[in-house]
């Protein structure tokens, strides 16, 4: 076709001309690595044994990528590069800052340990239904939606892991697994539903998706519905992040699956549900945010109330672990309601800290049980003998879960607490602490009924000491490792959940990393 | 024309919750599927709806002629139907399997993952 037009194209006005250091690559690499190992496992379905030789270094990997990401952006401040080359706000932007890239480097961790897992947990069949190729497009999902800059991908990015989490939730179809799955899923996908709405109704109001610009607009527009728009995202994320009174899903499903992928669910997938409430309803919409923070207030007490009562009241272990889950949403809603650098640090912090208990206390519970047989307080014990080095570590995650010191829980809840005195709201401090110490009860209990307490059933091991098995016990000893170091040593992780929380509250450095040329059209 | 869509977007939003507080599984996948349907529409909606100004840039301009229905929510539509067109397949098999395990599609007997009887942890030690 010859070009019968000679009007010259300045492409200048539309692209980005000047083609990215190679450092910018990472910014887009750990969704990508996922997502490509996602489908070299899927195409070696035949040969499941080499599932496991393949995903955990590719885990160990991203586990890389993302400290590089994290050191690369503390160091430099954000980064952002776009899709196809189009300038902001038209390209799809990933733009990292320090928040989402800690929170990716902190998952990526823990996936990495669930990955090691899974080579004892889940058999044969289980990676044939491909647990692997799941586990890898899970956490392609859960890395764009922490990197990703833009609001519509970011909606796909839950997607993708919302339908990787459905794979990983039936693996094995039991029965009990489907029942669990069926109300998972109805009300997850409603919650992305709700999301998807309140992006369209984003989209009609502002005329653009990208992050830092709508950061840019949102601040002095007049005359828009944005406080129905703010509430449609709480609700979306709230529900995504099972707070109160939307969060039964999580209950009845998230101890119905293979342990490890409980410990996933556990440790992942509701801090998404957080980290997308914090990124829209801080950074987008402070003014809303301010306006509707008493509403976040009080959900946060009734979550952490309601689910250190559930913790109180469960028999089965995997049950109390979900509660416990909940019970730190709770607690990182009450950072987000107070709105002010310390709690939104303490937030964050909170976060950093139950990914990683959270997923090594279901693979905690996952040992305990396959050492006993029982899932149920009233059929576990006797642990403590079989398995004593478990058991010491174990307290110690236990203490941990439950912010006792000197381990990583103790920290954020101090922020929290101090925080929202700060602000006044008495009644939210009472509430951390009072389920705190409900929770530190029910944990006491677990210990002292599945470890020292003896098997009510007679030990039918007599008491032998257990061969150490590295792939189940490995991963609990290094998240737990982590986890002490963490509260050990904690001015590294507040130093950096503290710039998080600054470039939440002052998005400046993230504006100008998208808007490089200083000029917004 | 976006007025008579909006309110059909809201006779859709209705439908949907109506059948969604259902405790039929399969009514509430019938409801899934209109609020997917839904919000569709409410996207489309919000990018203008008009055939008289065709959507080109002409030669001398930068943006599109005011008053052209902006292609870009077409786009995020197409994505998104695709997203809930897949969910709703798996719904549909997940539901059906449900209902072949469960033996019933009222979500008040589905107690097997949380059962009614759970007793309560041990008091003393």
New interface residues.
Partial sequence: MAST?S?PVDLS?AFVMTPPPLGDWLVILPPALMIGLGAVLMMMRHSVRLHGVVAVPGLALLVLLDAALLWKVSVEGPVTMVMGRWLPPFGIAFTVDVFGALMALVSAIAALAAGIAALSDISETGRRYGFFPFLMLLMAGVSGAFLTGDL?NLY?WF?VL??SS?GLL?LG?E?????????Y??LN??GT?FF??A???T??IF?TLNMADLTLRARDISGAPLMTLGGLFILAFAMKAAAFPVNFWL???Y??PRITVSALFGGLLTKVGIYALMRVMIMLFPVQHEEWSLVIGILALVTMVLASLGM?????LRRLAGYAVILGIGNMLAGIATGTVAGLSGAVLYALHSILAMTALYLVVGRAAALSGHF???SIGGIYRRAPAFAFVSLALLLAVAGLPPFSGLWPKIMLVKASIDIGAWWLAAGILVSGFLSTIALG?VF??TYW?PAPGGDVHDGAAVRTDWTSFGPILGLTAIVTLFGLFPEWPLVLSQAAAIGLMEPAAYIGSVFQGGVAP | MEFLVAILVGAFFSAAIYLMLSKHSVRMLLGIAILGNAVNLLLFTSGRLTREVPPIIGAGMDTLPAGAANPLPQALILTAIVISFSFFAFLLVLTYRAYQELGTDNTDEMRLAEPKDDPMPPIGY
């Avoid at chain 1, 109180?312 to 089965?316: P, R, T």
């Fill in positions: 037009t009007t006005l519509f796909v997607e919302l339908i459905f039936i179809s029965r009990e697994q489907i029942d669990g799955a069926l109300k899923a109805i996908l409603l539903t998807l709405i992006v369209g109704y989209y009609a005329g209950p009845a499903s101890h119905t109180l009241a469960q028999n089965d149920t307080l009233q209990r002292l009924l307490r």
